[in-house]
């Protein structure tokens, strides 16, 4: 099994493996600049790859709990749900739902800070887009004929409620009402959009990028402020320009104009 590593340098991922196992990561050079030992190797771009879940369990259970690697490979690991009624929905918002976790998964994952939390299967969508179904109980049926929840990854579909499973658990009040919120307004925009456009682009400025979507999804003003920031804080960039560009040129402006009021003063 591959797992994602959660730090920019794999070497803090070499180091606690070594401490935590006894066992030293041999480097292995060109071509594949791993780092292995037994059952156990680190890729060149960080990622873990393990053989045998069960007996390197104490192991992945450490490494997690020091976020140094994605949770996801624990099955039974406790996640926050959030369910919203079925209602309202057509086969065709269940559509718009599942278009935005396919094109803004990378962004969301990275805001709730849980890598590859939300996937949505690519082969899926193309099949819900060559016969779109009409009803929730067609789209369900073809949902589960493709394979489920593997094919939503962090989505269930059930006759009467939508499940996100994908949202780590926590203790903090404020982080549960900035995942209920955004989930609950992703559902209103799958629910009140005609189509969502599916296609994923580049993104230079995560922190901006995201920060104009959840305003169009509603997350403005002073009542949603504590969810912005938390849901911010783990993107890159500058939420208030979308260029280092625009960032220096407001910052030479502000600079002209305070220059200007001194020599008046």
């Known amino acids: 099994m591959e797992i994602m590593c959660l730090v920019a340098d794999r070497k803090k991922l070499i180091a606690a493996i070594e401490e935590t196992t006894g066992e030293k990561m041999k480097y292995q050079g060109p071509p594949t600049f791993a780092y292995k030992n037994e059952d156990l190797a680190v890729l060149r771009d960080g990622t873990l790859v393990v053989e045998n879940i069960e007996t390197r369990m104490e192991l992945l ?51 709730i800070n849980a890598p590859r939390a939300f996937e949505v299967n690519e082969r899926f969508m193309e099949v819900i887009m060559e016969e779109p179904p009409q009803t929730t109980e067609e789209f369900i049926s073809l949902w589960e004929e493709c394979g489920s929840d593997n094919m939503t990854k962090g989505i269930k579909f059930e006759a009467d409620k939508i499940t996100f499973t994908g949202f780590p658990l926590t203790d903090d009040s404020d982080l549960v009402t900035a995942f209920t919120t955004l989930a609950g307004k992703i559902n209103i ?77």
């Open 61 to 111: 259970l450490t490494l997690t709990s020091k976020c140094l690697i994605d949770g996801a490979w624990d099955e039974d690991r406790e996640v926050l749900e959030i369910s919203l009624p079925m209602e309202g929905h057509t086969g065709l918002s269940l559509i718009n739902l599942i278009s935005i976790f396919y094109t803004k998964a990378e962004l969301i994952n990275k805001a």
């Open 189 to 265: 925009l799958a629910l009140e959009s005609k189509y969502i456009r599916v296609k994923k682009t580049p993104v230079d400025n995560e922190k901006y990028t995201f920060r104009i979507w959840l305003v169009r999804l509603g997350l403005d003003g002073t009542e949603y402020k504590t969810t912005r920031k938390l849901l911010l804080s783990h993107l890159s960039g500058h939420s208030a320009f979308r260029t280092e560009e625009q960032k220096e040129a407001h910052k030479q402006k502000y600079l002209t104009k305070k220059a200007n009021a001194d020599e008046e003063a």
